[in-house]
């Protein structure tokens, strides 16, 4: 079924049963797509298909539906506000499928992510807060249009900005929190503030075969949280605010447990593999510990401005020594080791 430049778009859904296969047709689609799909539905666009919000409507896709596919299209300028992102299916509504899409400029976020959502490929850029956004939605595969994780073709994360709230609280190129996430294979740079960062008991996570480079706060963060895997990941000159203490690390692990970092090659950061402890009375349960923490077999390369190239630190007089913290088999050299991704 087509919707056309000039339809409305809803319009269209509502006069059609769930499980409908939609063709967005090429053109630019003023300010008059902002669908809540039923479930089951396909939205696949033509060549040059683009949803332009105008900066008026909030979302171009919502709702509760499930098992919902949104292929091949430009999704810009919606207006979904702090937090809020011009793709934004409710946190329940599972099994969503987007694929090759670009969300850009958006005063918000790009998408936010719900349970069991695959995004693959695709662009995620120069929006106003983040790229790719979640808060308690699970089981999330960010990946590359194919099954092979050692291609760069997964989706870009770049140039996403701190215009709706400051790096510190939530902005950069993708944060969550509470849910299991896979981020592979991505392209994340040039990002106002942090390139990944999970936050606040994010769980059961991998990180792996990313390139991160040039944001200006961490390239990897991993906050108050548990149970992850950071490996076979390129991560270079990222910290570039230079921040200071243990922060703008190319991958810094903060107040979490559990967590194994390998294989990694890191050049040029402001620091490079570091973990902090503080007491975080903002979070929620159960308590955050720097603890189990194994950094191993990692290249860190020409860490800049004074910083360090490993460590851990507590700034709040923790004793760290019983943490089951360690750093092994690193190799650390003042030259730089940048490598394609």
Known sequence: MPIGVGDDAQRVVNAHPAGTTYLVKAGVHLQNFSV???SGDTFCGEPDAVLDGGRRLEMAFSGGGSNVTLESMVVRDYNPGKLGGAIQPDPRASGWLVRSV??????????????GMRILGGHYNDNDQFGIAGN???GILLDGVDDDVNTMDGPELAQNHALLADCDWGAGGMKWDVGAVIVRNAYV??????????????HDVLIE??????????????????????RYNHVYHNGLQAKGWYWDGGITVASSS??????????????????????????????????????HDN???????????????AGNGADLADRDIAFTANTIQAAACEESG
């Open 36 to 38: 809540r799909p039923k």
């Open 102 to 115: 670009s969300s850009l400029h958006n005063a918000g976020a790009g998408l936010l992510v719900a349970d």
């Open 136 to 138: 308690a939605a699970t």
């Open 189 to 202: 740079h040039d990002n106002d503030c942090k390139g990944i960062w999970a936050d606040i008991n994010a």
């Open 209 to 230: 075969h990313n390139l991160v480079e040039r944001n200006r706060g961490e390239g990897i963060l991993y906050e108050i949280s548990q149970d992850a895997v950071i």
């Open 258 to 295: 559990n967590i194994e970092v390998y294989g990694n090659r890191l050049s040029g950061n402001y620091n490079g593999i570091t973990g902090t402890q503080q007491d975080r009375p903002d979070s929620t349960p159960p308590d955050h510990l720097l603890a189990g923490v194994h950094v």
């Open 299 to 313: 290249m860190i390369c020409a860490t800049g401005g004074g910083g360090y190239p490993t460590g851990v630190v």
